[in-house]
């Protein structure tokens, strides 16, 4: 299976609701990313935690590191409409040419 | 003023023929990268490429390769195209191989079709 698996794969929520994105992984990293993707569009980077950190925010954003689980998660607080698109998380393991490994992605909704 | 463009938005090929994609990036990052997203939306890294040093994903066909002319640029060339090579491409770019600088900036991406 893949490094950075997330969970759910599918998220429907009302606007004005919050969305909990959790992002799995295998091995030890350097750091974790956050990646949005709207429809037809390329990744747009939201937010990266490093190893030593377990909570970061942005905004309406709240990244959470679990080292110990190999776990992460994305609160999106206050949703709106234009946060309908797919998050997927990265890893970067430290390996050569800073490749980071991606998972499946979390497909969000929000409904108006 | 985008800051990594791909050229072609869309591509649709016949199996067989030889295809190349072009990047470019106007951020000035040193470190240019090549995924592949497939119909279910699995993002997987193809190539890293850093001062002309080049990491490949050992899963990726030698059909595919990588070239760089400069900095700024990094094009993919596709031999003998197949179906499975069917996908979007997306282009990368960081500003650097350090891990602290590891966000990465996308491309809008090119959909390859293969017939």
């Known amino acids: 299976s893949q490094q950075g698996e997330e969970d759910p794969q599918a998220l429907s929520i009302q606007e004005g609701e919050n969305a909990t994105m959790n992002c799995s992984y295998k091995?030890?990293?350097?750091?974790l990313q956050w990646y949005r993707q709207n429809s037809g569009r390329g990744l747009v980077h939201l937010i990266l935690?490093?190893?030593?950190?377990r909570e970061k925010h942005s905004g309406r954003l709240r990244v959470t590191l679990d080292t110990s689980k190999k776990s992460s998660s994305l609160l999106i607080t206050a949703s709106r409409a234009a946060d309908t698109a797919s998050y997927f998380c990265?890893?970067?393991?430290?390996?050569?040419?800073?490749?980071?490994?991606f998972g499946g992605g979390t497909r969000l909704m929000v409904k108006p | 003023d985008t800051a990594v463009s791909q050229t072609p938005k869309y591509l649709v090929t016949q199996m067989g023929n030889d295809k190349s994609i072009k990047c470019e990036q106007n951020?000035?990052?040193?470190?240019m990268y090549w995924y592949k997203q497939d119909s279910k939306k699995f993002l997987k890294i193809m190539f890293s490429?850093?001062?002309?040093?080049?990491?490949i994903n050992e899963t990726v066909p030698n059909r595919f390769s990588p070239k760089s002319p400069d900095k700024a640029h990094l094009n993919l060339h596709i031999n003998s195209l197949e179906l499975g090579d069917s996908a979007v491409y997306f282009c990368?770019?960081?500003?650097?191989?350090?891990?602290?600088?590891?966000?990465?900036?996308f491309g809008p991406g090119t959909r390859l079709t293969v017939l």
């Open positions: 091995t030890s990293i350097n750091n």
């Open positions: 935690i490093r190893s030593n950190e």
């Open positions: 990368a770019s960081s500003q650097g191989t350090h891990s602290s600088y590891n966000e990465q900036f």
């Open positions: 951020l000035g990052h040193d470190t």
């Open positions: 490429y850093n001062n002309k040093e080049l990491i």
């Open positions: 990265a890893t970067d393991d430290d390996n050569a040419g800073n490749m980071l490994t």
